[in-house]
């Protein structure tokens, strides 16, 4: 009976370690089992891929006036409000006048005196003549009175100039738009005295408008006329506008030793405003059928520059890289990847050589 026991003691010892043994055999497998690093991935694909340079700008009109008084007088009338829109010759603001109205008066009365004073001297110069003729007068008086006939026509021209002029500036007190357009802003009120220094007025046509940026001379020779070009401008929308290249300097800016690029750009809606700052995007250089990943895929790795591919195994394998053009979303891979290759795009910074990758459809790259 005793016997029996020892043997039952031995053998549930036994069990338990065989149990034990088994156990910890398969927390070592569980241990050693490789972990997948989950990725994205993209194929290599010839597109056509162009370079995009943003430059910073003001919008204004194609077509914009600023309008000055050419007369320093008091602001009587203010006839539009900005926004408003306007025809050429269209009157917008009005000046005292009372001033020049009388200088117009005092005009006239100068050209009827220089009238009669002609008048006066035609007569002399007749008597003298009959008088030369008659052997009473001499050829001294005869010059004299022919010299104030001159005189007094000389005088008649400057009275007639001077009532002119005084007109003139009359017609200087109605500040007329020189343009059909919009009113960009009215800078006086009324009771102002209008400053011939600085503007009254801006009036801008804003169906059409122009973006000057400076481009500098590494990427000026890349820009052409007609060119496309993408205006966005945050404070109507953040989709961009569809412009053109309307004109390139061919000389830089004395001061910024950069060239002006003038784009142009349709406002039929007129939601626009001239003055509101934009950015011009264009396309500095381009190639046509170019080997291209995303962005994302591309791995700077010191003074080299990688991609990681998914082989038959799904593991991981890196391939240095030389790459070209590059914009926002796809940069050229002109040698180490051909097209069709799989490349990682998300993870692809998880990832070294030969790491075990479980690739995730759908995901975004």
């Avoid at 009109?61 to 269209?90: F, H």
């Avoid at 003298?128 to 000389?154: F, I, M, N, P, R």
């Avoid at 009359?170 to 738009?177: E, F, K, R």
């Amino acid at each position: 009976m005793k016997f029996r026991r020892k043997s039952t003691y031995w053998g549930l010892m036994v069990v338990l370690m065989a149990a034990l043994l088994l156990s910890g055999c398969g927390q070592t497998e569980e241990a050693v089992k490789e972990t997948e690093i989950s990725v994205n991935t993209a194929a290599a694909q010839e597109i056509n891929i162009a370079k995009s340079a943003r430059y910073a700008g003001t919008v204004r009109g194609q077509n914009e006036v600023y309008l000055i008084a050419k007369v320093p007088a008091r602001v009587t009338g203010i006839l539009v409000n900005p926004g408003d829109k306007v025809s050429a010759g269209q009157t917008l603001i009005t000046l005292d006048s009372s001033d020049y109205q009388a200088a117009v008066a005092q005009a006239q009365a100068g050209v009827k005196a220089a009238a009669l004073q002609l008048e006066n001297a035609r007569l002399g110069l007749e008597r003298t003549q009959k008088l030369h003729e008659a052997g009473a007068a001499s050829q001294l008086q005869l010059e004299q009175a022919q010299s104030g006939y001159d005189g007094a026509q000389v005088g008649v021209e400057q009275a007639n100039a001077g009532l002119a002029m005084a007109s003139q500036q009359i017609g200087y007190c109605n500040l007329t738009s020189p343009i059909s357009g919009v009113v960009g802003s009215i800078n006086l009120s009324l009771g102002d005295t209008a400053n011939p220094s600085s503007p009254a007025a801006v009036i801008s046509e804003t169906s059409s408008l122009e973006i000057e940026v400076m481009v500098s001379e590494s990427e000026i020779s890349f820009i052409e006329v007609g060119s496309p070009v993408d205006v966005y401008v945050r404070a109507v929308s953040d989709k961009a506008f569809q412009g053109q290249v309307a004109s390139v300097a061919t000389v830089p800016d004395p001061v910024k030793r950069n060239y002006a690029v003038k784009a142009h750009l349709d406002n039929p809606e007129g939601k626009i405003k001239s003055g509101m700052f934009a950015e011009v995007a264009v396309n500095t250089i381009s190639k046509d059928n170019a080997v291209c990943v995303p962005t994302n895929a591309v791995v700077p790795k010191g003074a080299r520059t990688v991609v990681y591919v998914v082989d038959e195994e799904n593991r991981a394998r890196e391939r240095e890289v030389e790459i070209g053009i590059e914009n926002t979303t796809y940069v050229e891979i002109i040698k180490g990847v051909s097209v069709g290759e799989e490349v990682i795009t998300k993870g692809s910074t998880l990832v070294a050589e030969g790491t075990l990758v479980r690739v995730i459809t759908g995901g975004a790259n």
